[in-house]
């Protein structure tokens, strides 16, 4: 905590395989913002902490225990679901297997297999870690 982070920290570059629809396949990388398990940790507190400093404030403003009930179990929801994201893929673009386009990835959660559309030859993708041989 403290001092705000860079954007670019965490952000590492990881070897990914794309399938294309005909099994074509192609090396590219992506972008991924990772955390440690201490900064999962971190932000899953910050997200605890942020729910349970609004749900008190909440208790006073209509209608009182059914918002502020809701916003303190939301807290630990938040808290679990900012623990379990170990990365997120950053926005960028990938090379198409099937014609080798350029195809924009939006930023998303790191859930592997990804998939995306070529706009060039409408081929629907997927992009997997590849994996250490
Ligand atoms: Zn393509």
């Keep these: 905590m403290g001092a705000e982070k860079t954007a670019d920290q965490g952000i590492?570059?990881?070897p990914v395989t794309t399938v294309g629809a005909k099994g074509k396949r192609g090396d590219?990388?992506?972008?991924?913002r990772e955390w440690s398990n201490e900064?999962?940790?971190t932000r899953a507190l910050?997200?605890?902490g942020i729910c349970w400093l609004l749900a008190v404030p909440l208790l006073f403003v209509p209608p009182h225990i059914i918002l502020g009930a809701?916003?303190?179990a939301l807290g630990p929801i938040l808290a679990f679901l900012a623990s379990r994201e170990s990365a997120r893929v950053q926005e960028q673009k990938i090379a198409c297997p099937d014609c080798g386009a350029e195809v924009p990835?939006?930023?998303q959660p790191a859930s592997?297999?990804?998939a995306a559309?070529?706009?060039?030859?409408l081929d629907i993708f997927s992009i997997e870690r590849a994996k250490p041989t």
């Design 46 to 48: 910050k997200r605890l």
């Design 112 to 114: 592997w297999p990804l």
């Design 105 to 107: 990835v939006d930023e």
């Design 28 to 32: 590219g990388a992506l972008r991924l």
């Design 70 to 72: 809701s916003v303190f």
């Design 39 to 41: 900064e999962r940790m």
């Design 12 to 14: 590492v570059e990881r």
């Design 117 to 121: 559309r070529c706009r060039q030859c």
